[in-house]
């Protein structure tokens, strides 16, 4: 089955500590997306990447990083700069083929501890 | 600003009406758009795309695109309680997503 899994479902973290959600899709899409949603709140996009080893801030990148050495994994690194990481996280993919629409993962809920 | 307008709600309607949804944007060159539904605590799901001018139909579901008035809307027939959700607006400009903040609808058996 293709599709977007995104790992653990819940995450909890600690003071100063610097947590990854992981991200990996085999939809063969060469964009990925990471997105932050709070409670009642529309999508916010962290980052994204549209080919392997490259990647673009998006609209509240302050407090995270990526990586992407590989198409299928685009992984999340929520650090202890963030101060206010409670949130649902999205991952989503796209193919780069021109007007399609992106797939979303089953989502992280992350909370400190 | 490249944005995509939607009335947060929430939109009730009882079992059985019709639900209408809008949504305007400001970017001319859209030529994408999609309506995704959130139920509370999940992800996003893609249920209608439209990439014309007109409606286009599948199942209980209408979309309607006026590209020359900007605005895209979703049509729910038939109302059930199991449609009640965030129902996103996006498009896609340049090989990126813009969302709307979503209209919340509740529908009342």
């Known amino acids: 089955d293709g599709g977007i899994t995104q790992s653990p479902k819940y995450l909890f973290r600690k003071e100063g500590q610097n947590v990854t959600l992981s991200c990996e ?20 996009l962290i980052y994204y990447s549209q080919i392997v080893n490259d990647f673009q801030k998006g609209d509240i990148a302050e407090g995270y990083s990526v990586s992407r050495e590989k198409k299928e994994s685009f992984p999340l690194t929520v650090t202890s700069a963030q101060k206010n990481p409670t949130a649902f996280y999205l991952c989503a993919s796209m193919a780069m083929l021109g007007n399609q629409p992106q797939h979303f993962g089953d989502g992280t809920r992350l909370s400190i501890l | 600003q490249k944005e995509v307008e ?3 709600g929430p939109l009730s309607v009882p079992e059985g009406a019709i639900a209408s949804l809008n949504c305007t944007y400001s970017d001319r060159g859209s030529q994408s758009f999609f309506w995704y539904r959130q139920y509370s605590g999940k992800s996003p799901e893609l249920i209608m795309s439209i990439y014309s001018n007109g409606d286009k139909e599948d199942g209980r579901f209408t979309a309607q695109l006026n590209k020359a008035s900007q605005y895209v809307s ?5 109302s059930q309680p199991s449609d009640s959700a965030t129902y996103l607006c996006a498009h896609n ?4 997503l813009t969302f709307g903040g979503g209209t919340r609808l509740m529908v009342k058996p």
């Not at chain 1, 899709?25 to 916010?44: E, I, K, S, T, V």
């Open chain 1, 25 to 44: 899709q085999n939809l063969n899409h060469d964009a990925m997306y990471w997105y932050r949603q709070d409670p009642g709140q529309g999508l916010r």
């Open chain 2, 6 to 8: 939607q009335n947060s």
């Open chain 2, 74 to 78: 979703l049509l729910i027939r038939d």
């Open chain 2, 93 to 96: 400009a340049g090989n990126m």
